[in-house]
């Protein structure tokens, strides 16, 4: 079945530090998203890619997806506090609706 | 983008009851989804709400455990049977599809004793 894996599982960095969460799927998919879910909180939504090798920024952070369109990469700069959360990449397939979420990526932040 | 109310949003019950959870979407949306989630995990979908016709459920869920209805395009449940411990969880209903964001609903806490 269709996998989507994350790594780091976990990761604590010091405030300013910069940080990296991978998204690596078992199949081609059709487009990624990425959604951060704050504790105690539901995913929300951060930024779509759609095209083979897309570059996204918001502020601080930088997505990419890769050129086979099976991974993709967040990279937050010089973070703080208000980053903590969980990272999730999800993927669409060309077939079907559906819409599978990675493993997870928990970033802590120490002030 | 559209405001999904989830109800209720925790429970607490008995094993072997039943608990329907409620999604209600503020527009009209053509696919709706259920997720769980269990403790520090990701998400899994349950399956797709299709309205007009039975749902279509992911591998590993079944709908004797997990019926859903979809009676319109702004409505779902998600009932949980026979509830046992391992149904502990957080479930969620989400509006979108593979080409858009997805929104979700602010989950339902359900622990089971």
């Known amino acids: 079945g269709q996998q989507v894996m994350q790594i780091p599982q976990y990761q604590h960095v010091q405030e300013g530090e910069d940080f990296t969460t991978y998204c690596n799927s078992s199949?081609?998919?059709?487009?990624i998203q990425w959604y951060k879910q704050r504790p105690g909180g539901h995913p929300v939504f951060l930024i779509q890619?759609?095209?083979?090798?897309e570059v996204k920024k918001q502020k601080r952070l930088t997505f990419q997806f890769g050129e086979a369109k099976k991974n993709s990469s967040l990279h937050i700069t010089a973070t703080q506090t208000t980053d903590v959360g969980t990272y999730f990449c999800?993927?669409?397939?060309?077939?079907?609706?559906?819409?599978?979420f990675g493993t997870g990526t928990s970033l802590t932040v120490i002030p | 983008s559209a405001v999904i109310s989830q109800k209720p949003s925790r429970d607490i019950c008995q094993r072997g009851t039943s608990l329907t959870i409620q999604c209600q979407v503020d527009?009209?949306?053509?696919?709706m989804f259920w997720y769980r989630q269990q403790p520090g995990q990701s998400l899994t979908l349950i399956a797709t709400?299709?309205?007009?016709?039975?749902?279509?459920?992911e591998s590993g869920f079944v709908i004797d455990k997990f019926p859903i209805s979809r009676p319109n395009l702004t409505f779902s449940t998600l009932t949980v049977s026979n509830m046992s411990p391992e149904d502990s969880s957080i479930y969620l209903c989400?509006?979108?599809?593979?080409?858009?964001?997805?929104?979700f609903g602010d989950g339902t806490r359900l622990s089971i004793l």
């Open positions: 199949t081609t998919l059709s487009n």
């Open positions: 989400s509006v979108g599809n593979a080409n858009q964001p997805q929104h």
């Open positions: 709400a299709n309205q007009g016709s039975e749902a279509t459920y």
């Open positions: 999800a993927g669409g397939l060309d077939t079907g609706n559906q819409f599978y």
């Open positions: 890619l759609v095209k083979s090798g």
């Open positions: 527009s009209q949306v053509t696919m």
